[in-house]
């Protein structure tokens, strides 16, 4: 009986081990596996990263938004690629109307607007030519450093910056392009090396990429004159480029000129409607093109592009009209010497000889523009929307301090257009009652009280 008492017992004790035993290696088991788990968090959260890691910043983190931007470059024309390539790109949405119209954009000449490369973070030179707050429309030149015809190029487009004060644009312009005019809102040069312009009468007017200079110099004598800093130099490489339209036939119309004293150039319609220029020799000579009545007829209404390109060392002139070459002839001798500005829309050499329409986008480069950069650059700007194409947005993850800038700026921002709704308000209510057929306008109420709903949106989602 003791015998059978104490074999219960030691079979007992076995089993108790036994159990006692599993359960410890699972717990470990189950401890090796939280600590490994544990370890592994860490090191994602706080090992080495390496560039291209998930975890990697990968945007500007002073915006609030961007969308990725596609160039198609169908446009280049140059198998081999072009370098150091301005692009033009109109961006429209929703987003690039300004906040108080119900967009994301916060400066009212869209200064809180950049590009960078692929990677996010690298920035490229840009220039906005355009922008239209109400319609949210930007007309940007890009200065791409590569493109080739068959591979589509990403960037990024960021937007929506409280902080932005003083214009932070690096000229998008190779260093050769000595003078740009948008003809926006003024003639002066927008190109690395600005030059003030004189201009004398003319307006700007709606043009072929945002606004033109639209001069009638046959009744006013309008014309604009341009300083260049000695980066026109006849006898060496040059391109004039630019935009026209005009609104007379049968007459002779300067639209570019510098000639004086039977030299320097100058580009014009004749009066048999034909582009035409001239160009005086070291010798006193002067040459122009042979046929006057050659070439394709300019029509009343239509935009044209049109490039006069010098190559100095074959002292080769030519003369493009719409991305193709009209003519092209070998000088006999070098261009002379001339000094003197440039005039637009009018001349100084010859009397009766003023234009009357628009003339957009003019450009004068210290470089002979190869034909398939001219062919490029009249298709990309001639039709832009084309060959870019916007993704959608991407809300930033931004930092505290930010979010606090954009709440104040829109804070702001409100409270100025409430202030204006008042104005507006009050004088349409004195208006009416100084004219008692006139009632107030409630319509303007109602469209400042939308555009505040717009705002109010607009920060919530700026601070979220």
Same mark, same amino acid.
């Given at each position: ?16 081990? +036994?159990?006692?035993?599993? *359960? +410890? ?36 983190? =002073? ?5 990725? !931007? ?15 390539? %301005? ?33 996010? !973070? ?7 030519? /355009? ?17 080739? %015809? ?23 312009? %190779?260093?050769? /392009? ?19 312009? #004189? ?31 000695? =980066?026109? *130099? ?14 007379? +036939?049968? *007459? ?45 007829? *300019?029509?009343?209404? &239509? ?59 003019? #450009? ?38 930010? &979010? ?6 829109? /804070? ?27 009632? %107030?306008?409630?319509?303007?109420? #109602? ?18």
């Amino acid at each position: 009986m003791a015998k059978r008492l104490r074999s219960r017992l030691s079979q007992k004790t076995k089993a108790s081990v +036994k159990v006692r035993t599993s *359960i +410890k290696i699972v717990v470990g088991l189950a401890s090796f596996a939280v600590v490994i788990a544990a370890g592994w968090l860490v090191y994602l959260n706080f090992g080495p990263q390496q560039s291209g890691k998930s975890n990697e910043i990968k945007y500007l983190s =002073d915006y609030a938004w961007r969308r990725e !931007l596609t160039i198609n470059p169908e446009f280049i024309k140059e198998p081999k690629g072009l370098f150091q390539f %301005p692009v033009f790109v109109e961006l429209q949405d929703v987003d690039f109307k300004t906040t108080k119209n119900g967009g994301k954009i916060m400066h009212p000449k869209a200064w809180d607007v950049c590009v960078t490369q692929s990677d996010g !973070l690298t920035k490229i030179p840009i220039q906005i030519d /355009y922008f239209d707050a109400n319609e949210g429309k930007v007309g940007v030149w890009l200065l791409i450093d590569s493109l080739y %015809p068959t591979k589509p190029k990403n960037f990024f487009v960021y937007y929506s910056k409280p902080d932005i004060r003083t214009n932070p644009f690096i000229y998008a312009w %190779p260093k050769e /392009y000595g003078l740009v005019s948008h003809f926006q809102t003024d003639a002066h040069s927008k190109s690395r090396i600005s030059s003030k312009a #004189q201009q004398s009468g003319g307006r700007f007017e709606m043009g072929k990429l945002g606004n033109a200079l639209s001069i009638n110099s046959g009744s006013n004598g309008d014309k604009v004159q341009f300083e260049l800093n000695n =980066d026109f *130099i006849l006898q060496q490489d040059f391109t004039v480029q630019l935009w026209f339209q005009t609104e007379k +036939k049968g *007459i002779d119309q300067t639209l570019v000129s510098n000639f004086e004293n039977q030299s320097g150039i100058e580009l014009k319609i004749n009066n048999y409607n034909k582009l035409d220029w001239k160009i005086g020799l070291t010798s006193g000579n002067v040459v122009s093109k042979l046929n006057s009545k050659s070439g394709e007829e *300019i029509e009343i209404g &239509r935009w044209y592009h049109t490039a006069l390109v010098f190559e100095a060392s074959s002292k080769k002139i030519t003369l493009f009209v719409d991305g193709l070459i009209e003519f092209q002839t070998i000088l006999k001798e070098m261009p002379a010497i001339q000094t003197k500005g440039i005039t637009v829309g009018n001349s100084d050499a010859q009397a009766n000889a003023s234009f009357v329409g628009k003339i957009d986008e003019l #450009q004068i480069v210290a470089k002979a523009l190869s034909n398939m950069s001219v062919s490029s650059l009249f298709t990309n700007q001639v039709n832009a929307q084309l060959f870019s194409r916007l993704g959608k947005a991407e809300e930033l993850n931004l930092s505290a301090e930010v &979010r606090a800038a954009n709440k104040q700026v829109m /804070y702001k921002q409100a409270v100025s257009d409430s202030a204006q709704w008042s104005r507006e308000q009050k004088g349409d209510e004195v208006f009416a009652k100084s004219n008692e057929t006139l009632k %107030p306008i409630s319509s303007s109420a #109602q469209i400042m009280q939308e555009k505040l709903k717009n705002m109010q949106r607009v920060a919530k989602e700026n601070t979220k």
